[in-house]
Nanobody, 122 residues
């Protein structure tokens, strides 16, 4: 699976961004999809995940209530709507896909996109 993330940028605190991740190469609906992020000097951390058909979602405590993950299997695309952004949300955001299970562990996911930078100014 090839994953291409887009939609990052610079936004003020309290603002919103919508990330997209287009998948190609294999049957998109066979894969759970996730978003992770990595801030400078920090380890990569889980953000959100969504099941194959979109019926189940999972969020980290740090983004719950502010971010929403969704997918459109007809368009082979997963989205991350980010509202009420905070400076601590600044990171490179990566989309990922896997078939092993839905969760926060990075080893559940097999394919990773190149990342898109999100910068939140205070």
């Amino acid at each position: 699976v090839q994953l291409q993330a887009s939609g990052g940028g610079l936004v003020q605190a309290g603002g919103s961004l919508r990330l997209s991740c287009a998948a190609s190469g294999r049957t998109f609906s066979n894969y759970h999809m996730g978003w992770f992020r990595q801030a400078p000097g920090k380890e990569r951390e889980f953000v959100a995940a969504i099941s194959r058909r979109g019926g189940s979602t999972y969020y980290s405590d740090s983004v719950k209530g502010r971010f929403t993950i969704s997918r459109d299997n007809a368009k082979n695309t997963v989205y991350l709507q980010m509202n009420s952004l905070k400076p601590e949300d600044t990171a490179v955001y990566y989309c990922t896909s896997g078939q092993s299970g839905l969760g926060a562990r990075a080893d559940l996911y097999d394919f990773w996109g190149q990342g898109t930078q999100v910068t939140v100014s205070s």
